[in-house]
């Protein structure tokens, strides 16, 4: 007789893979040593004719997925908020892309991954409660879970948070929504 798998269990062990999937992107310097995932197919049947629709993810998994994220992943993980992100929430994240992270000189960078403080603050100032589309960001300021306003402007159907545009919009995850960033957001001094 076949073991069986408690829906629990198999819950579990794909929690413990995206999170070794995490620690493992956030270790790596460069694109090239990010790990790829291949599934086996769970029948040996023939395949479908039509496409499967993409499995949606939380925040940590749909950034993770998306493999432009791995400089965020990596701090994400030191400043221990994967737990945070992978709440219900919803939460609404504007992700600094890892171009993003590389305007940043490599000094002041290094500065904030030795504050952890300072590195939870920054994270967080990228964070925003609640599920925010890209048609609901009107002019105005929105409060972050740092505690720190961001300043939301619009000039036709682009949007700009803190003057910086958003490079793509409603990245729909289980727990609220991405928008790409191509610049790190920093909180006033």
Avoid: W
Wanted: include cysteine; glycine fraction near 6%.
């Amino acid at each position: 007789m076949t073991p069986r798998t408690s829906p629990a269990r198999a819950g579990l062990a794909l929690v413990a893979a995206a999170a070794l999937a995490l620690a493992t992107s956030a270790c790596a310097d460069d694109l090239s040593d990010a790990p790829t995932t291949t599934l086996a197919p769970a029948t040996t049947a023939a395949p479908a004719t039509t496409e499967t629709p993409d499995q949606m993810f939380d925040i940590v998994g749909t950034a993770l997925e998306a493999t432009v994220f791995t400089e965020l992943a990596g701090l994400v993980v030191d400043a221990g908020l994967v737990d945070t992100l992978r709440s219900d929430g919803p939460f609404t994240v504007f992700a600094p892309t890892d171009a993003a992270f590389a305007k940043i000189p490599t000094a002041t960078l290094h500065q904030v991954q030795d504050d952890p403080e300072l590195l939870a603050t920054v994270l967080t100032y990228h964070v925003v409660p609640g599920k925010l589309t890209l048609a609901d960001l009107q002019p105005g300021t929105l409060t972050t879970v740092a505690g720190v306003d961001l300043e939301v402007t619009r000039t036709g159907d682009t949007v700009f948070i803190n003057g910086f545009e958003i490079a793509a919009s409603d990245v729909m995850a289980t727990n609220g929504v991405i928008h790409v960033m191509d610049d790190v957001l920093l909180p006033p001094a």
